[in-house]
Structures are given as C-alpha cells and as structure tokens.
DNA sequence: CCTCTGATCCGCCAAG
DNA sequence: AACTTGGCGGATCAGA
C-alpha cells in the first residue's frame, strides 16, 4: 500500500537513580523489543538518564546500567514513562523536573510506574489529580503531596495526558494499556500473549481494569460487562448484553471487540472458568453446584469447557488443590 | 464420538 | 469524502 511508513512512536523510558530493575525492564520488554511483525512500524524506544553514562539500579539487584541518553530525549519523546523511588522526589534535578514539565506542556503523554510517581508530583503534573503508586508508600505519599489525592486501590490511573500505576508489576498492566490505546485490544492482548501472562488482571470484580478517572462519559460497555460479573449464575445471551448497553448487537459486538480484544461469549466463558476454578478451589460445593453457579448449568458443560481450559476435569483440580493445600 | 438445532460471529453493504 | 451504524446471510460454534 502506502510506500511510506508512518514515523514511529517513540517511548522514551527515564532512568532515575536507584530505579527498580524491574520496573525498567517492563518498559525495555514491552516497548523495546520489536514487534514489527504486529504493528509496522513499531515503537522507538530508548532509556535516558539525567546525566548519560553511569545510572545504579536497585529493586534487589544493585547493578549499575550504562545509559547511552540524556535528557534531550524528552525533547522529542510521544510517551515518556518515569521510572523511580521514594527517594526520587528529593534527588530530583531540577533539569529533570523542568524537562518533565516541557514535555507535558508539549503535548507529550506522561506515564509512572511505580515509585516514579513521586517525581511526576515533584514535578508538579498530578496537582489536583488522582494518583496512585506502591500502596505501601501510600501514606508516605500522601503526606508529601497532600494536593494529589492518592488511591491505592487500583492497578494504574490514566488521565489522559499523565498516568500513574501502582507497584511494581502494575507496570505491566500500565504498559500494556497504553499499547491498547494506541493500537487496540487486540494488539494489547497478542502483547501480553508473548510475554507469557494473562491478557487483563482480574483484580476481583476490577476485571475490565479500574479507571477512577476514565474517560467522563461512562463507558456503556464496562457498567454491562460489570453487570454481567454479577449475573454469571443465570443465562446470558448477548443479544442480552447488546441490549442493556443500549446498542444494536452488530455495534455491541464491534465494541466488545474493540476494548476486550474478544467476542462477547468467549469473554463470558473465560469469566464462568475462572469462579468455576475460584470454586472449586476454595468452597465445598458438590460439582453440580458449581457448575449451576458458574452458569455452565450442567456438569457436563461445565466438564468439557473445563477440561478443554485447563487440561484437568473439575474434579481432579479440586483435588490437587485440596490436596497441595493439605501438604503445606 | 456423532448429530442436530439454535446462537454467535463477521464480512459485506447500504444508509445516515 | 471520511466515518459510523446496524441489518443481512452464511460459516462456524455451543449445548443438548
């Protein structure tokens, strides 16, 4: 087709002194690796650092990184992602803060994991926002920036411009997110798929990811998929689901799509299996039960939808689970 | 394991 | 002109 490729999105990770290891390596697995054979082109990512050259890791590994950039990639970054620790906030140069600053007020989408927070609140950009980080620097957060009103509770906060996630492995739901943005739940979730972990997070009932602050509006279809959360013991047909997000079923399926990366009914199922595992693993029903309270309605159904997800009869799972539990 | 019925999904297309 | 919507029909899938 077009002969020219649009110019790639560039990702732009800072490396702050003392940054977990992990919560950098999230952004060099997400955004560094080339995925060209799914989206073409692909990100540009780089990792900078306040002053080039020597930066030490911490997040258990005390390894010092050599990084190539310095701040000048801010100038030129789509998406900045912080990378950070408590600490952060008091070691700030302002060089750092100030660049941060300019990114955002040039449009640039700025993005924490973790710790990094605290320099997004140093620099000023979640005055007045929701936020969140690690919950257990939640207090200490607080009581530092009392103007930021700070949750805990969530895996990540967009508001658009600046997000927040919280520790350490929310890194990857945040990152993880912003490709969805960009490219769609599809892409999001072929991500996820290659780096060997589930697709969403089912934090309890957050299943379709919390977002405080998501766009205003409400979105029709995460009130219907909660909806369907609650309901997962009685008979649900989609031309149900279509019809209490009041749209047409050809437009419900095509959102679902959009913002799931599946069809209604296999998110349905995907749903039934994990509380018919939640059951069998921590309550004393009979396999009938559980089938009729998944919504599988008979033990056959639930059997094979069972046997074919995992590997295992419904049976057998409880009994290694039972049994694994007895053993420790 | 097979078969049958109805539900679901998705490309296509016309209409806003 | 570009984009979204929703109806149609046939291939596919779920459940009995």
Not at 35 to 44: S, T
Not at 70 to 93: C, F, K, M, N
Not at 202 to 215: E, K, N, T
Not at 292 to 321: D, I
Request: proline fraction near 6%; include cysteine.
């Amino acid at each position: 087709m077009s002969a020219v490729p649009r110019s790639p999105h560039r990702v732009v990770a800072v490396v702050s002194d003392g940054a977990p290891i992990f919560d950098v390596a999230v952004c060099c697995e997400v955004f560094g690796i080339d995925r060209r054979d799914l989206v073409d082109p692909w990100y540009e990512f780089r990792l900078c650092a306040t002053r080039p050259g020597r930066v030490g890791l911490g997040g258990g590994a005390n390894v010092d990184v050599n990084i190539r950039y310095g701040l000048r990639q801010l100038e030129r970054a789509h998406t900045v992602i912080v990378t950070g620790t408590v600490r952060s906030a008091d070691d700030a140069p302002e060089r750092l803060l100030d660049g941060l600053r300019r990114a955002h007020s040039r449009g640039a989408r700025l993005a924490s994991i973790c710790g990094g927070a605290y320099l997004l609140a140093a620099a000023g950009l979640l005055n007045g926002r929701q936020a969140t980080t690690h919950w257990m620097q939640a207090a200490d957060f607080s009581r530092r920036f009392p103007g930021i009103h700070l949750d805990p509770d969530v895996l990540y906060i967009d508001h658009g411009d600046v997000l927040t996630s919280a520790g350490t492995a929310a890194g990857i739901d945040l990152c993880l997110h912003l490709i969805r943005a960009d490219h769609g739940a599809e892409v999001a979730n072929e991500v996820a798929r290659r780096m060997v972990i589930p697709p969403h997070r089912d934090g309890g009932q957050a299943q379709f990811v919390r977002l405080p602050l998501s766009p205003p509006g409400e979105d029709p279809l995460s009130a219907v998929l909660d909806w369907a959360l609650a309901h997962l013991d009685d008979p649900i047909e989609v031309a149900d689901l279509a019809r209490r997000a009041n749209l047409s079923a050809r437009t419900f399926a095509r959102r679902f799509r959009e913002s799931t990366g599946t069809t209604p009914l296999q998110w349905l199922l995907s749903q039934r299996l994990r509380l018919a595992q939640q059951l069998l693993e921590s309550g004393d029903d009979p396999i009938p039960i559980v089938a009729r309270k998944a919504g599988f309605g008979t033990t056959a159904n639930l059997r094979q939808h069972f046997t074919r997800a995992t590997t295992v009869s419904p049976q057998a799972y409880r009994r290694a689970f039972r049994g694994e539990a007895e053993a420790s």
